[in-house]
């Protein structure tokens, strides 16, 4: 979803790539982030909650008329059907991220 958002294009891929790994472990209720996962990343929790919040901003608010195929090829079982998960409300993604 951020390939087709200008203002993703500034941050680190290896940061949204955390960022993303992050909203997605909460999303599931994985757990959090991990001393492992911080040593191995480089990013502390807290240098990812601003990220964070604005992936799941971006999944909750995102146009649907327009820029239709990654939605379509991420709705198909082969992907598991990740377009298709539900975002996490912001007032919820707020607490958990305040427990990591």
Known sequence: MTLQEYDYARESPSKLAASCLLLALTM???????????YYSGYRSQDLHPLVKRLNFLLTYQPHDKLKAVRTKYSHRVFFEVAKVTPMDMLKLEEQLKSC
Do not use: H, Y
């Not at 599931?28 to 991990?34: D, E, H, I, V, Y």
């Open 28 to 38: 599931k209720n994985l757990g959090g982030w991990t001393a492992t996962l911080e």
